[in-house]
């Protein structure tokens, strides 16, 4: 059996996330099967790395697939490229060993997350950014984020969605730059749960915005209730931006 892993970028706004649904086709997952069975005249599937929600948009998704008959990895690019939509790229394919297995091979993650805080709005960056007219207060927003940093119990920042059998994270660090009034934070850590860093970011913005103090988020850490964290930033300003793989592969 032939294994090819593959690096995926996309424009999520029109699609309905990462994962292949029993009723809708117009899924990643779904696109990039639906081409690859007609290249292989076999059904495909394909495994990605993680999930991404409806809207969210991926920089460096990863994921493999295999198939009985063998191709040349530059032409399953070319031949996907050609006929994914456009706003579906495929940057990279590559054969590897039959045990690689892109949920299980991750070694971290980085989400990066884009807010446009200023008055008036960027009409280029509506459907990639999250705008947020009053001006963010990002140093308290920082003291916020520093009680996500390590090992926790993130309950309280889960979905109710979540069918994990631990809820205990650890994020290895919080990175910000800001330019010209678009703000990036960072996230980087081994995994994730459903909704996690969305809610990470909406407390983080309510903090901004005075709503929330920052020593707040270590209490609703430590109360593992979901319904104290009601704030989730919109999907459409998050980025799956890289996924690190483990050696050997």
Do not use: C
């Not at 991750?106 to 709005?121: D, E, F, R, S």
């Amino acid at each position: 059996m032939n294994n090819y892993m593959m690096k995926i970028q996309y424009d999520g706004s029109r699609y309905n996330g990462w994962q292949r649904l029993g009723n809708t086709d117009n899924t990643i997952q779904g696109k990039i099967e639906a081409v690859l069975s007609k290249l292989f005249e076999t059904e495909i599937e394909i495994v990605g790395s993680g999930r991404t929600d409806a809207g969210v948009h991926a920089l460096a998704q990863v994921a493999n697939f295999k198939a009985k008959t063998k191709i040349d990895d530059r032409e399953i690019e070319k031949y996907l490229n050609r006929f994914l939509p456009q706003d579906i790229s495929i940057t990279e394919i590559r054969s590897v060993n039959e045990r690689y297995h892109a949920r299980y091979n991750v070694a971290g993650k980085t989400y990066l997350y884009k807010i446009w805080n200023a008055p008036h709005p960027q009409p280029f960056m509506r459907k990639y950014s999250l705008h947020i007219e009053q001006p963010l207060d990002v140093n308290e927003m920082k003291k916020a984020a520093d009680h996500f940093l390590g090992e926790h119990d993130f309950t309280s920042f889960s979905n109710a969605k979540s069918q994990k059998k631990s809820n205990v994270r650890t994020v290895d660090s919080i990175e910000w730059d800001m330019v010209d009034g678009m703000i990036h934070i960072r996230v980087t850590g081994e995994g994730f749960l459903y909704n996690m860093v969305r809610k990470m970011v909406g407390t983080m913005i309510e903090v901004g915005l005075g709503r929330v103090k920052a020593d707040d988020v270590a209490d609703f850490l430590a109360a593992k209730e979901r319904s104290l964290v009601r704030h989730m930033a919109e999907a459409r300003g998050l980025y799956l931006e890289k996924v690190e793989q483990k050696k050997g592969y």
